[in-house]
């Protein structure tokens, strides 16, 4: 069984209607999805409208306190608002997470949409360099990265799609594959188009909820990684105010002030929570199975 | 079906030259004087020179690495820069003590996640599926670097039962590391089970609402037998690709887990490794995680080609 | 090796009457005790019911203790300590650049060692004499002395170790302190208690300088195998040692100085600061060596159980050089913007809690004799006049790096950043790999905050660390004037004299120079509740009265 038999075949199953409602989401899923994400972008850019607080300024007589009046869910070890802290930690991971993970979708929907368009030498050659990067360990190639060019956005995100577009190449290949054979599709190709031409007309409408789903799979991985990164200390520079970084700076003093560590870690979850929700919701909506593809 | 076998046998062994050609031109890019790193500081431009020279580092790249992979063909990793000893010991302790760590939680994982799954997906919508359903979701999507460290925290630090760090390094024997496996194995059960559950779940979902599972219902066969012989072994199918990603992440992946609890395994060798510059171990960690990946992906195939229920059904009607 | 420039290899120096220092004091809510025990048990539970809001003090943190337990303890047992290791490549030879520091002090002894007042007080040798111009050195033995191999210490070990030091093969760290003023032709061996040392320039404090830690002694012709078998004088025999690894040294019944109280002491390698500390918390190990544990971590520690915290006085020498070779620092005007704009007080405030006392951007403590008084004045206004001067009236902005490699580093440099900011400086903060802090970022990068221990003599840590070309001088800073001032002290027989030329060394450092000192802090160590007499002071850890109860 090659690769592709058995990429098309997971996928065939998925696409009959009646199975539809059968996944995680239903409509309830995406919406409460959407909420918590919409919930957080809310919350990142209102943070300087929900409290008074500066995020940055310590403040070294009220280091390590207890919640308070002042400080709702105390002060971290160099008296720094926790909630403050808190409310503005998801700028950062929103931010490359969107950048990356637009960039990530995109380069990879071209490329799988190309392989499933094209076949042959180049959906072999690209199928084969892809499967050698995955079997590489992805925090091999992002500490690689991040090594040899500095943490600054860019090399993030930039790390970030190393690691991520393989998998979505292979993802909307295969749902492209789905989609190549279709009469539609021969038809055009008949009809003597060209093949950027097909691409663009027959292939691109007919495979964006395997896309969408990929979006909003791949941003929950991507802030999972990102703060991932912040905590081994590759990522946000201090004293920006990140969950990872947060989590990472404030777990030693848990015992004594375990808000600072708690805060963000009930943000960092929600958003995830949110992001696969999402994606659950929408795989059920849009039909299209995205467990089964893994990756 | 063992020209297949052959065939995919070929595709891994392509992956793995192929990434670790990949691996091999990436870290060439690395910054640093290797030869510096490993005099120091201090050392004078001579002796930096000399030391290039003894590690072989004048040579041209290409040369290079045809030598390594002639090596990696014969199980010769080559010598690590830093301890200048060979790899290849080293490699599999750290190999040995990170799978005292991925075989359990695998086993663990798959175990549970089967159940799981199995419950979730007969009851769907019901209870059980959404509390099984609810705690993988929340399971998911809480790292692991979170998991660990409220590990060690609780059960090392507060109730000090199991110890909260191995501070023995690799020296450490098979029984002293023992006990420091339990939290790594719990952290990482609770993330693999997570991805698996929702896997087998709708596995089940799915075979569950297929048409020879309906026609086995209809025919009258008991419950319990559709769903053992029938529906599990449908179910399992997709999860198979799922198992082998998850194999390559507990290998490759559990970086952040050895970090917090010091562990002396695979993903910590890597770790150090790129700090130090050390580049036959990066490349020696890159190739086995490879190979691991490949042979994980193998065996999901082949398994998936003894499951397949439409072969079965083919050879039931012959 | 990565952690050589920060851990062991640059130990930076020693400290002197405690006692005297003004320390910037809590405030005084701060210092309300709060019962450890209640505080841990409810922590823990608040972390586990994600009711954290009914378990923390709201009266902020406890105060923490002064001193380390004394008492008796019980003979024998196995202390346990848990290191940084340097590096994979690390070795026991004690004059490389990659040793192992821990078990330096247990296997080994020194000619001579410094007392807490930074005096130079007799260890391998009983005593020693210096010709009127500073040119011969004449030291005497100890007698009756041991390598634990059973061979005699004699002259020529202690020549011998010089030699090794003096072969720039080695590349040892000391050798661009010693290398100035002898070389190995001038070392005599004028019977086996007698050692003669003929310098190339005259030096009027040799001893202090061979307290350095690459100045232990080891056996004649040893330096091939040294590095594996650690053969000393000192109160620990070696039983097993491990590069990057685990290792044991055991009692040497026959140390000179009397057994020590422990039976032996394992040492462990643990590189993750967060991974030592809760090793020391459960219990694991009972010493955390070359470790200051922040504020957060030491509250953690004192609240424990079974750890404690136990101080070195000023014990960390805080700097943040500035390349004055990088395009960024060649313009002493933007050197001296930057002193003037920044607010150590502040830092010491937020980075250490104000466990130390202020720089002055002088490297010497000031508890040493030699210590130069010139209080730091903060000017805003005028450092953006210097600014303008200099060609950017427009503020000027640059790279500031720091690493998790110790917990001071990175509230150091964010509160530096903003402490110059109304001057005008735009200081952007960089977190670096800690593990590849010391070689990819030390001596390369423009601005970054590093320490090191105190506890070098004045004249070790002037030529050591600011003289040009040395090898420890990281802020690349090259001044002839600064350089004949410290010829001129090593040659000078009259102290007073002598501290009058360290001073205007001083005083050049802090006008001219490129390196920022902030402040000393206190070295806060995690230490378990049974160790008693633990005492560290500069290089010296007492291996022979820390025992367990």
Known sequence: ?295 | MLRMILIRLGTAVLTVLLAATLVFLAIQALPGDVAQQVLGQDATPAAVEAMREQLGLDRPVWVRYGEWLLGLVTGDFGTSLVTGEAIAPELGIRLRNTLMIAVPTFILGVALALYLGLVAGLNRDKTPDRVASGIALVGMSIPEFVTATLGVLLVAVTFPILPAVVIDGDQASVVELLPATILPIIVLTISMTAYILRMTRTGVIDAMASEFVVTAELKGVRRRDVVLRHALPTAILPTLNVLAINVAWLIGGVVVVEAVFNYPGLGSYMIEAVHNRDLPVIQSVAVVTAIIYSLANLAADVGAMLLDPRQRTRQEAS | MVRKGATSGRFPHGTCDPTSLKKVTYSSHRNKPVPRRSLLQLGGLGALSLAGAACTSADGPVALPQDAARGEPSQGGTLRIARPANSRAETLHPAASLSAYEYLGALYNRLVKLDEAGVPVPDLATDWEVSDDAMLWTFRMRDGVEFHDGRPFTASDAAYTLAQILDPDLGSPQLGVLAPVMSASGLRVQDPTTLVIELDSPHSDLPSLLSAYQCYVIPDGSGGEIGATGIGTGPFRLDTFRAGGRGRVLAYDDHFAGRPVVDEIEFYSVQDTQARTNALIAGQVHLLSQSNLDFASAQVVEASAKATIARVENGQWYTIPTLATSPEFSDVRIRKALKLAYDPARILAVAAQGNGVIGNDNPVLPTDAAYLDLPHERDPDRARALLAEAGHPNGFSFDLSTSALDPVFTPMAVSFANTVRDAGFDVSVRNESADSYYTEVWMQKPAMVTYWFTGRPVDQLLNQIFRSGSSYNESAWSNEQFDSVLDAARAEVDPDRRIQHYQDAQRLIVEEGATITPMFADRLVGISRDVVNYHEHGFEFDYINIGLR
């Open chain 1, 1 to 295: 069984m090659s690769t592709e038999a058995k990429t098309s075949e997971v996928l065939d199953s998925p696409t009959e209607p009646k199975q539809k409602r059968l996944r995680f989401g239903g409509n309830g899923t995406l919406i409460f999805g959407l909420v918590l994400i919409g919930l957080h972008l809310l919350i990142a850019l209102l943070a300087p409208v929900l409290t008074s607080h500066n995020p940055y300024i310590s403040d070294p007589d009220a280091a390590l306190y207890g919640p308070s009046a002042t400080h709702l869910l105390g002060t971290d070890q160099y008296g720094r608002d926790v909630l403050a802290r808190t409310l503005y930690g998801g700028r950062y991971a929103l931010q490359v997470t969107f950048i990356a993970t637009t960039i990530t979708v995109a380069i990879g929907s071209a490329l799988g949409i190309l392989c499933a368009h094209l076949g042959g030498w180049f959906d072999m050659v690209i199928m084969r360099l892809i499967d050698a990067i995955l079997a590489i360990p992805s925090i091999l190639a992002l500490l690689v990265v991040v090594t040899v060019f500095g943490n600054s956005i860019p090399v993030i995100v930039f790390a970030i799609t190393i690691v991520y577009t393989p998998a979505v190449t292979r993802v909307v290949r295969g749902a492209a594959m789905a989609v190549v054979p279709l009469d539609f599709v021969t038809a055009a190709k008949a009809r003597g188009e060209s093949a950027f031409a097909v691409v663009l007309r027959e292939i691109v409408p007919n495979v964006p909820g395997v896309m969408l789903v990929e979006y909003a799979m791949r941003a929950s991985w991507a802030v999972l990684l990102i703060s991932t990164l912040s905590f081994l200390g590759f990522g946000a520079n201090p004293p920006t105010p990140d969950w990872g970084l947060m989590i990472s700076e404030g777990r030693m003093a848990m015992t004594v002030v375990p808000w600072s560590v708690l805060a963000p870690i009930i943000a960092l979850s929600t958003l995830v929570i949110g992001l696969s929700s999402a994606a659950d919701g929408l795989s059920g909506r849009l039909g299209v199975d995205r467990l089964s593809k893994g990756a």
